[in-house]
């Protein structure tokens, strides 16, 4: 059943059944559950974001949508960045996906390797790591997706 033809067999039923008789709880019940049918049930919780970096700084985010709960970024070293999330087995094991994972981003100009990838470090915190020819180096991510989703 399409959410068009759900809308218009309520729309039918609050015209019809209210005209003449009143509307039942079981008639507006069962509509509401088919309304409720058709909203998609996600399997992962999801932290969507841009990333941006310089010099010394921590990553500043711009989140799309986080329903992991409040990650706060920081600069661990060069090139390495420590996403920390507060409360117990949130970014469980063999169940945390994140991205960009171990991607080469760009062929640098002399040649060199840049790549951004994440890890997962612990059950709260993840890594981001930026290499030039595998040498952790700053100053190398300005609006970078990430996305780090844990299935449930």
Wanted: hydrophobic letters at 35%; glycine letters at 4%.
């Amino acid at each position: 059943m399409s959410k068009d033809s759900v809308k218009t067999q309520i729309d039918i039923d609050i015209t019809n059944k209210t005209t003449s008789k009143s509307i039942t709880p079981s008639n507006v019940g069962n509509n509401m559950k088919a309304v409720v049918d058709l909203i998609p049930d996600k399997s992962y919780k999801v932290y969507t974001a841009f990333l941006s970096q310089t010099g010394t700084d921590a990553p500043i985010s711009t989140i799309f949508e986080n329903t992991l709960g409040t990650i706060v970024w920081t600069r661990f070293s060069p090139g390495r960045y420590i996403a920390t999330i507060s409360g117990d087995n949130i970014f469980t094991e063999n169940k945390t996906l994140s991205l960009p994972d171990r991607q080469i981003i760009a062929k640098g100009p002399a040649g060199q390797f840049w790549k951004v990838y994440i890890d997962r470090f612990s059950n709260n915190q993840v890594i981001l790591y930026t290499t030039i020819d595998d040498i952790e180096t700053d100053n190398l991510i300005y609006n970078l997706f990430v996305e780090i989703k844990v299935y449930n």
